[in-house]
């Protein structure tokens, strides 16, 4: 997966941003390749456009969701999903909406716009 990413500093650590057009990386196999490109460029927060999660991840019944943010959880990484989750199907938004506010120590978040990533990113 070759992806144009940039790299922000913040007093909260490096992020790795994707844009918003591309490939989509909802899937297993892309947040494997996410966090690897995190690792290499020494990033702790990864920020994902809502759009290039694709539709898919967010269908609760298949798992991906669920499988997708452990694997950054268990490599010790943030990751920020910039968009509204407020525009998800119910079961989906309060399977985020449940899944955000029950993690310690805020390893993933929700933002509607870069700006408020960032802020949160640098607290």
């Known amino acids: 997966m070759t992806q144009e990413t940039t790299i922000h500093e913040s007093p909260g650590g490096r992020i790795l941003e994707y844009p918003t057009e591309g490939s989509p990386l909802g899937n297993v196999s892309s947040s494997l390749e996410m966090i690897a490109a995190a ?18 991840f967010f269908q609760l019944g298949n798992g991906i969701v669920g499988e997708v943010l452990q694997k950054f959880v268990s490599y010790h990484l943030r990751v920020a999903i910039l968009g509204e989750i407020l525009s998800l199907s119910g079961p989906a938004r309060r399977f985020m909406i449940s899944w955000l506010s029950a993690i310690v120590g805020r390893p993933c978040g929700s933002y509607a ?11």
Do not use: H, Y
């Not at 690792?39 to 898919?56: H, M, N, Y």
């Not at 716009?113 to 607290?123: D, G, I, Q, R, V």
């Open 39 to 56: 690792r290499s460029q020494d990033a702790e927060w990864i920020a994902v456009p809502i759009e290039r999660l694709g539709e898919e």
């Open 113 to 123: 716009t870069w700006k408020n990533c960032k802020t949160a990113c640098a607290e």
